[in-house]
């Protein structure tokens, strides 16, 4: 039996040490916004936050996650006030939106560390696929939670 912590809360799990967050997460918690994609860690749907990192965790045995910080898209503020969730409505980010929980915490993990990313810099740390292919939008909502985090900020 390990405990994870997940969106502030501790939760008991009894699972084999090879099983892949994900599947922590959606099947034993019940926490199904983060998406399953590919299950090689390629795509990125499935990225959540491990103290503060955008983690693919299809790809990350659950066992590795024991007494670290896990955020899932679930862990954001319900009432959308986030900058990258503010963002992703003005700028109307999602096409089917299957890719976006994993879009969205790659984007808050970037900007908590870098809030004024370059155009470069978004480029390199954001590898997350989108099916509908609306990275032109991806990169404007981006642009615009550095915008919101700035005002915030200043």
């Given at each position: 039996?390990?405990?994870?912590?997940?969106?502030?809360?501790?939760?008991?799990?009894?699972?084999?040490?090879?099983?892949?967050?994900?599947?922590?997460?959606?099947?034993?918690?019940?926490?199904?916004?983060?998406?399953?994609?590919?299950?090689?860690?390629?795509?990125?749907?499935?990225?959540?936050?491990?103290?503060?990192?955008?983690?693919?965790?299809?790809?990350?045995?659950?066992?590795?996650?024991?007494?670290?910080?896990?955020?899932?898209?679930?862990?954001?503020?319900?009432?959308?006030e986030h900058p990258v969730q503010k963002a992703w409505l003005a700028e109307q980010v999602p096409q089917c939106g299957y890719c976006?929980?994993?879009?969205?915490?790659?984007?808050?993990?970037?900007?908590?560390?870098?809030?004024?990313?370059?155009?470069?810099?978004?480029?390199?740390?954001?590898?997350?696929?989108?099916?509908?292919?609306?990275?032109?939008?991806?990169?404007?909502?981006?642009?615009?939670?550095?915008?919101?985090?700035?005002?915030?900020?200043?």
């Amino acid at each position: 039996m390990q405990t994870l912590k997940i969106n502030g809360v501790q939760h008991q799990i009894d699972v084999e040490d090879d099983m892949p967050l994900l599947w922590v997460l959606r099947d034993v918690v019940g926490l199904t916004g983060t998406k399953f994609g590919c299950g090689i860690g390629e795509c990125g749907a499935c990225t959540v936050h491990i103290n503060g990192a955008a983690v693919r965790s299809c790809s990350f045995p659950a066992i590795a996650a024991v007494g670290a910080e896990i955020t899932t898209i679930e862990g954001l503020p319900q009432n959308g006030e986030h900058p990258v969730q503010k963002a992703w409505l003005a700028e109307q980010v999602p096409q089917c939106g299957y890719c976006q929980p994993g879009q969205i915490m790659a984007t808050s993990a970037l900007l908590a560390n870098n809030p004024q990313p370059s155009a470069d810099e978004i480029e390199a740390n954001i590898t997350n696929l989108c099916r509908c292919g609306t990275y032109d939008r991806v990169r404007r909502g981006i642009q615009h939670a550095s915008e919101l985090i700035k005002e915030k900020g200043a």
